[in-house]
């Protein structure tokens, strides 16, 4: 900073300023400049790069999640065949949670201090005991769009770069989880991949077209997850009124952001480059007719309150006939067709199918 303020002092000389050269870096620590310059580049690294970046893969995501709609799907709890949903509602919760936690990034703070070595605004007073130098500070400050921390010590907290630089982190956590679902989603051929013209592909395997999209998304995001992680666990600490430790840690913001950004550019290319295989949903559904057992007890429950059934422990009925193997439709059908319970009851679950055992799911991808 020192060399900064030489470098100035020498500009003013050159351009006849010489007889306001003493006020260069007036009463000012060298946090005074950095914490204003660190609120200003991040603000506009998060708000005019980041956020848009976040923005794009959002509404690709609102994009798919609508188109998908009705596209049923079996989910998979545990890995295992469970009740089933519609891709275009799996593909909405996360852009749900994205731009929940993308507001909360939209409103996050950029504070700095103007308050001299030790935030006490000293040397001020020393110079001018009369001027209202909290409100000089306050004033210049938040006039560059900045927040003001009154109170500080010779640095300015970092409290507000912990805060967002975590909230970051969650987004790229959510991220890192679309990632991971969508290249499940392509193995097990939800999704087919778009093959991109001179893509040179698998080394050894001409067939192969690699989600590497996805994969270099995961990449990125673990590895600004780990910096981030480092500089709000450094950052939120300073030894007594001033240390070193931020200076060194706070050069790697750029790079932390960096590695965000080609994940968030990979992942929107990504899912411009995949295409839903509605057979091999639907075909996924047809031969895992047993997740129905779920409605069926449901349904029974229902019609005992009702006093339309005497069924007992309709649970350990349906436990029984589907836990640990597959049923088909034909046989489902049988078994309802000789429960105890009412007759719309019983017809609405003899028409139930996986494909449509979706409950409101295409509303809410909508």
């Known amino acids: 900073m020192k060399a900064i303020e030489y470098l100035v002092r020498d500009r003013l000389s050159a351009l006849g300023l010489d007889g ?11 946090e005074d400049i950095n914490s204003v310059s660190y609120a200003l580049t991040v603000k506009r690294a998060v708000e005019n790069v980041w956020l848009p970046a976040l923005d794009s893969v959002i509404a690709k995501l609102r994009e798919l999640s609508v188109e998908h709609a009705d596209a049923a799907m079996l989910s ?5 065949p469970a009740t089933p949903s519609t891709m275009g509602k799996e593909i909405a919760v996360f852009a749900w949670r994205l731009e929940r936690v993308r507001a909360q990034i939209a409103a996050s703070d950029y504070l700095a201090k103007f308050s001299g070595a030790t935030g006490t605004w000293s040397a001020h007073l020393a110079a001018d005991p009369d001027a209202d130098w909290p409100t000089i500070a306050r004033e210049y400050v938040e006039g560059l769009g900045l927040g003001f921390n009154i109170l500080t010590t010779q640095i300015e907290s970092h409290d507000w770069q912990v805060e967002l630089y975590d909230r970051v982190r969650h987004a790229g956590g959510i991220l890192h ?32 077209i690699n989600p590497i999209r996805f ?3 995961e990449a990125n995001l673990e590895l ?88 007992s422990d309709p649970y ?9 193997h597959r049923v088909g439709g034909p046989e489902l059908a049988a078994f309802v067709e000789g429960l105890e319970i009412g007759d719309a009851a019983k017809q609405r679950l003899i028409a139930l199918t996986p ?11 909508k």
């Not at 306001?20 to 060298?30: D, G, N």
């Not at 990632?179 to 392509?186: G, H, K, L, V």
């Not at 097990?188 to 395997?205: D, E, H, K, R």
């Not at 350990?316 to 640990?324: F, Q």
Request: charged fraction near 20%; charge should be negative.
């Open 76 to 80: 998979r709890t545990h890995g295992q």
């Open 316 to 324: 350990a009925l349906l436990k029984e006939l589907t836990r640990g």
């Open 177 to 208: 989880n679309l990632a991971t679902d969508i290249w499940t989603y392509i193995s097990l051929g939800y999704f087919a991949q778009i093959p991109v013209a001179g893509a040179t592909g698998s080394s050894t395997m001409p067939h192969k």
């Open 224 to 311: 600004s997850a780990a910096l981030l992680g480092s500089l709000s666990q450094t950052l939120v600490t300073s030894r007594l009124q001033r240390d070193l430790t931020d200076s060194t840690t706070q050069r790697n913001i750029g790079v932390a952001f960096g590695h965000s950004l080609l994940a968030l550019d990979n992942l929107r290319r990504g899912l411009n480059e995949i295409s839903l295989s509605r057979d091999v949903l639907l075909a996924d559904l047809d031969v895992n007719w047993e997740v129905l057992a779920e409605a069926i007890q449901t349904v029974i429950r229902a019609e005992v309150v009702a006093g339309r059934s005497t069924i």
């Open 215 to 217: 994969e270099n998304a």
């Open 355 to 365: 494909a449509t055992y979706i409950g409101i799911a295409e509303r809410l991808a």
């Open 20 to 30: 306001i050269a003493e006020l260069t870096h007036f009463a000012c620590t060298s």
